[in-house]
């Protein structure tokens, strides 16, 4: 893709493509990630307990509406 790069006229295709090389060189040690040090913990170490809901029924209940669709995927892909 670097080849095509110079050859690249629309601003929002330029724009589209650096936004890729970013993602693509991107490190969690960059100092212009933003991440502090507890966000960049939480990453490398992730919860390895349930999820809780702390009696947030409306949260609940939204995700289990949620996990029962069955067009998840097909919507995914169409959009």
Do not use: C
């Amino acid at each position: 893709m670097e080849e095509i790069y110079p050859n690249i006229k629309l601003d929002d295709l330029r724009v589209s493509l650096e936004f890729i090389f970013g993602m693509q060189a991107a490190l969690l040690d960059d100092p212009d990630s933003g991440l502090d040090a507890d966000a960049l913990q939480r990453l490398r170490n992730p919860p390895t307990y349930p999820a809780s809901f702390d009696g947030d029924r409306a949260l609940e209940a939204a995700i289990k509406l949620y996990i029962r669709l069955n067009h998840l995927d097909g919507d995914y892909n169409v959009a």
